[in-house]
């Protein structure tokens, strides 16, 4: 995990901060992100990686033991049935860190979340 006291200037940055492990699937993570909002922007955001497309989409950071995936309430919301196995709270959901990530869930939640920010 990012210990420093500097933000990252980037995504690969903060990726790169991580054991190798974990690079792998914050990159799978990121690569599904792209994938369905590909005119997105990347940034850092509240010190994590940040997707921004017509305002943030979604954000997406790594912890010790999960995967922490911030889609906004209405993305959370709206997938509430698919995301029983996973712990949430308003605005979080978390995947845990030692479970394959549920890529083709992200991509559906990022591509409602472009619909929603293209209003």
Do not use: W
């Not at 369905?36 to 990686?49: L, N, V």
């Not at 939640?109 to 293209?118: C, G, P």
């Amino acid at each position: 995990m990012k210990t420093a006291a500097t933000p990252p200037a980037n995504i690969d940055d903060y990726i790169a901060s991580f054991p190798q492990e974990v690079q792998v699937i914050l990159e799978k993570l990121r690569q599904a992100i792209r994938q369905a909002a590909p005119d997105a922007t990347e940034k850092i955001s509240y010190q994590m990686p940040t997707f921004f497309l017509n305002g943030n989409l979604v954000h997406f950071a790594a912890y010790k033991n999960h995967i922490g995936f911030y889609p906004a309430p209405s993305g959370i919301v709206a997938f509430q049935d698919e995301l029983t196995k996973y712990k949430t709270s308003k605005g979080a959901i978390q995947f845990p860190i030692n479970e394959p990530l549920p890529l083709a869930l992200v991509k559906k939640i990022v591509a409602f979340r472009v619909k929603e920010n293209s209003k």
